[in-house]
């Protein structure tokens, strides 16, 4: 459903409020994507065998991953990883009320993820804090990563034009 939208806003005829339509359409892809894989049901919920009653939140590590632990793929990594194109799009986002409100929104995000998952344990999974130190390192990581590609960008864009 997310593609869907993202398509869909891709190809409307100009940006939002100063947002390009293809960053609009990438940051909605990003943000459904981060919501499908934390909020659809885990494997005990379909099942049928997710608790049914209130679920407290472990939280027990509160340390982002050590660097050496992004080279495995595991739960830890992966929540790390999956938030990476969302702060690459963040990058991207002009300093107005949009960028900030979406900066805003990606920040808030897997805080609302872990206390819907402790809100509904019939979807099966885990509130945990160092998901959420994970999202944000992979927010961070990803804005890291798109402040240098902009930064790229525009000094290409630059070299481009001056060469002429």
Known sequence: MALVVALL????DDGHRGVHR???????FAAGLVIAVTLTPGGEAIAGGAPRHMVSCDVSRLAPLPPAALGRLTDE??????????GIALAFFPASRWGLLFGSVALALPIAIEMLQAAVPSLGRVCQSGDVIDNWSGLALGLAVGLIARA?????????????
């Open 77 to 86: 990594s992966l929540n790390v990883y999956l938030f990476i194109p969302l």
């Open 22 to 28: 293809r960053l609009a359409a990438a940051s909605l």
């Open 9 to 12: 806003v891709a190809r409307s």
């Open 152 to 164: 790229v960008r525009r000094a290409v864009a630059k070299g481009l034009c001056a060469g002429r």
